[in-house]
């Protein structure tokens, strides 16, 4: 078995790129070759991509009451295969040219939760869908006292009309095995917490 990786960034040929659509996300098709596992080059190959930029997306936790902190909104792309297209999420946000994750990581607590986070603990980044998107997200835990967590809040600029949740833990993990929770960014924030809490409680406990 050969290491991983075989190819690198410099086994790609760009031969040839042209915008399709650029708005709030910009749509480019590219027109490339890339070497092959068993030698030579691909044929010519033609990808529609959307470059929607990078995001953040953050499970919000209270590790004095147990309690986790989601958010409630619709989601048009879920109409067609989830029961309900309101989705349990958990606070997340692009992040803008010049800006570091963590600072989108308040902002967004306090814009979609009404919430301040105390401490924040990055989890892991990931590529949401490859094949079609070069967005990339970047998974935080955040502390927060969840008993400041109520009510509606978003950007009415935005039409955003997101309802806080508070939830316990135990009910929290009922909903994560019985697909209430079903977007991947909520999904993967919850379960790599679930594998790693006590990393993310002592750091925030040696953190004061």
């Given at each position: 078995?050969?290491?991983?990786?075989?190819?690198?960034?410099?086994?790609?040929?760009?031969?040839?790129?042209?915008?399709?659509?650029?708005?709030?996300?910009?749509?480019?098709?590219?027109?490339?070759?890339?070497?092959?596992?068993?030698?030579?080059?691909?044929?010519?190959?033609?990808?529609?991509?959307?470059?929607?930029?990078?995001?953040?997306?953050?499970?919000?936790?209270?590790?004095?009451?147990?309690?986790?902190?989601?958010?409630?909104?619709?989601?048009?792309?879920?109409?067609?295969?989830?029961?309900?297209?309101?989705?349990?999420?958990?606070?997340?946000?692009?992040?803008?040219?010049?800006?570091?994750?963590?600072?989108?990581?308040?902002?967004?607590?306090?814009?979609?939760?009404?919430?301040?986070?105390?401490?924040?603990?990055?989890?892991?980044?990931?590529?949401?869908?490859?094949?079609?998107?070069?967005?990339?997200?970047?998974?935080?835990v955040g502390e927060v006292d969840a008993t400041e967590a109520e009510?509606?809040?978003?950007?009415?600029?935005?039409?955003?009309?997101?309802?806080?949740?508070?939830?316990?833990?135990?009910?929290?993990?009922?909903?994560?095995?019985?697909?209430?929770?079903?977007?991947?960014?909520?999904?993967?924030?919850m379960q790599w917490f679930l594998l790693n809490k006590q990393t993310?409680?002592?750091?925030?406990?040696?953190?004061?």
């Amino acid at each position: 078995m050969k290491d991983f990786p075989i190819f690198g960034k410099q086994d790609l040929k760009i031969e040839k790129q042209w915008s399709l659509y650029s708005g709030f996300f910009k749509l480019i098709n590219y027109q490339f070759r890339h070497k092959l596992f068993a030698g030579g080059w691909s044929g010519e190959i033609h990808r529609e991509i959307l470059e929607r930029g990078h995001a953040v997306a953050m499970l919000l936790y209270d590790p004095k009451i147990g309690e986790f902190v989601f958010i409630e909104q619709f989601r048009f792309g879920a109409l067609a295969t989830s029961k309900t297209p309101w989705l349990i999420e958990v606070v997340a946000g692009m992040i803008d040219e010049g800006e570091e994750p963590e600072d989108v990581c308040r902002r967004e607590a306090l814009e979609e939760a009404g919430v301040t986070v105390k401490n924040l603990y990055k989890c892991l980044s990931f590529l949401s869908s490859p094949g079609g998107t070069t967005e990339r997200i970047h998974i935080y835990v955040g502390e927060v006292d969840a008993t400041e967590a109520e009510g509606i809040h978003g950007l009415e600029s935005e039409n955003e009309d997101i309802l806080v949740r508070r939830v316990s833990e135990q009910q929290a993990v009922k909903w994560l095995e019985t697909g209430v929770i079903d977007n991947a960014t909520a999904l993967i924030a919850m379960q790599w917490f679930l594998l790693n809490k006590q990393t993310v409680l002592d750091e925030w406990n040696s953190s004061k």
